[in-house]
């Protein structure tokens, strides 16, 4: 199939959206289908090559930088729709963020063109926007129209769902994994920790307020408080705004002792630090899905966090991990767990020796491109 791919953003921004959108292209390609993806991200060689991808990436003329990072481009919607005329395109792949003009844009003129459209939504819509879209029916209009309506987790889906006047159909297509590199499966994970060793917690993110690492540091002081004995300490992984805010926190508060600032990693310094850590946390509540979650569910590791967030598509509660409604229920678990190496390491083993195969690579492509051929007998 010949597939135009469309995002917003894009590499070289690294972010989640960015690398899922990158990543799908790449193994479509490897699947023997003709991606070419198209944004108004701008390109920065030094940062990202497109010449050494294995799609074509077409970055759209005219963009401008509006604050918080927010990319337009008044004059990509003619780009695109000069290249879907002249281009016989099989289906048209729109990837939704936060704020996707451009996204918006590709959906109408395929609808216009009258050519198979998928639309993904990468990130849950605030509850403010809400209103809005379900007073204009665009939703509505797009479901009737044939659009492939999905998002990468329920919850996610489920927040689609609420902006539209009426029932619509929105299927959860999550992201993908290379579960070759990240599933610890047969690699045999290492032991449990003695028992007299500390409990080590790790976190991967940005250092953004989205992401709640400031939360993250209140939760843990938390469960210290609840499990004094446990010796619990912090990894924080990652880079970003907040980070002179942290670091102001961690020195007011004293805690240079336990908790650790490691910056950001590579993937493979990333399983290294996995491989010694004993729960991983991720205190994000607006969490679309949680692909460094998933990295570490994947690596053995047992996970908290927020069972309203993308997590639960892939943390079993009481099996790898535990999901709460709330902050203090977050540190209770934490010390809960922290006291408990038993049940500690039954989620680890369970981690371990249970692969999330649909989550691989193979399995997302294969209910892509199911999605395409959704969409092809809808526009049909």
């Not at 930088?65 to 002249?86: D, F, I, N």
């Not at 819509?125 to 879209?133: D, E, K, L, S």
């Not at 899905?289 to 966090?305: D, K, N, Q, S, T």
Request: hydrophobic share 45%; charged share 20%.
């Amino acid at each position: 199939m010949k597939i135009a791919v469309v995002s917003d953003c894009f590499l070289p921004r690294l972010g989640g959206i960015e690398v899922q959108v990158s990543e799908l292209a790449r193994h479509l390609a490897v699947s023997g289908h003709q991606p070419e993806v198209f944004t108004i991200t701008p390109d920065a060689r030094a940062a990202c090559d497109d010449d050494a991808l294995p799609y074509p990436v077409h970055r759209m003329p005219g963009r401008l930088r509006l604050p918080g990072g927010l990319l337009v481009s008044p004059g990509a919607k003619e780009g695109l729709r000069q290249a879907l005329v002249t281009d016989r395109y099989d289906v048209v792949h729109v990837n939704f963020g936060v704020l996707s003009p451009f996204a918006y844009d590709a959906v109408q003129l395929c609808l216009e063109l009258r050519i198979p459209v998928v639309v993904t939504w990468h990130s849950l819509i605030a509850y403010a926007a809400v209103p809005g879209m379900r007073l204009s029916g665009w939703l509505d209009a797009w479901n009737h129209d044939g659009v492939a309506l999905t998002a990468v987790s329920e919850v996610a889906a489920a927040g689609v769902r609420r902006c539209a006047r009426g029932p619509i159909g929105v299927a959860v297509l999550p992201n993908g994994l290379d579960l070759d590199t990240w599933w610890i499966g047969a690699k045999a994970p290492a032991g449990p920790r003695p028992d007299g060793a500390g409990i080590r917690v790790v976190s991967a993110m940005r250092l953004a307020p989205r992401k709640r690492p400031s939360a993250l540091l209140s939760i843990m002081r938390a469960a210290r408080a609840l499990a004094p004995e446990a010796g619990l300490t912090l990894e924080l992984i990652g880079d970003g705004q907040l980070r002179k805010r942290l670091e102001r926190s961690i020195a007011e508060h004293g805690d240079h002792d336990w908790v650790t600032l490691a910056g950001r990693l590579t993937r493979d310094e990333l399983r290294q630090r996995y491989e010694r850590s004993d729960l991983y946390i991720s205190p994000v509540k607006l969490e679309a899905f949680g692909i460094a979650a998933l990295e570490a569910r994947c690596w053995g590791l047992p996970v908290v966090g927020y069972a309203a967030s993308g997590i639960a598509e892939f943390v079993e509660p009481g099996l790898g991990g535990v999901l709460v409604d709330n902050d203090d229920a977050l540190a209770e678990a934490i010390a809960a767990l922290a006291r408990d190496r038993v049940a500690l390491e039954r989620m680890r083993q369970h981690n371990s020796t249970t692969e999330p195969s649909r989550f691989g690579w193979e399995s997302v492509v294969a209910a892509t491109v199911a999605e395409y051929a959704r969409a092809g007998a809808n526009a049909a």
